[in-house]
Nanobody, 124 residues
Framework: VQLQASGGGLVQAGGSLTLACEVS????????MGWFRQTPGMEREFVAI????????VYTDSVEGRFTISRDNAKSTVYLQMNSLKPEDTAVYYC??????????????????WGQGTLVTVSS
């Protein structure tokens, strides 16, 4: 399976970006999909997850109400719409494919495949 993330870039605080992650390989709609982020020297942290059907989502507290995860199973693509961006959102963002269909498991070890990361920089 391959995950190709795109959409990162430089944006001013308060702005918006949409990340996309196209997945090839095994049947996309069988698995939950997630987004994580990482800054230098820090652990990779969970951002959001969406169930295989798209009917269930979970967000980390710091992005709740600002970020929206969605998926298009026909296009094998998961998205992360990021609004009201803050400088502390600056990170490399990674998409990941869960080993499960549910959105209830979102620890890093629940994900078996990872994309290459896309850098999001939010200037103040």
């Amino acid at each position: 399976v391959q995950l190709q993330a795109s959409g990162g870039g430089l944006v001013q605080a308060g702005g918006s970006l949409t990340l996309a992650c196209e997945v090839s390989g095994r049947v996309f709609s069988n698995y939950a999909m997630g987004w994580f982020r990482q800054t230098p020297g820090m652990e990779r942290e969970f951002v959001a997850i969406i169930s295989r059907s798209g009917g269930s989502t979970v967000y980390t507290d710091s992005v709740e109400g600002r970020f929206t995860i969605s998926r298009d199973n026909a296009k094998s693509t998961v998205y992360l719409q990021m609004n009201s961006l803050k400088p502390e959102d600056t990170a490399v963002y990674y998409c990941a494919r869960s080993m499960f269909g549910s959105a209830q498991r979102y620890s890093k070890d629940s994900f078996g495949s990872w994309g290459q990361g896309t850098l999001v920089t939010v200037s103040s």
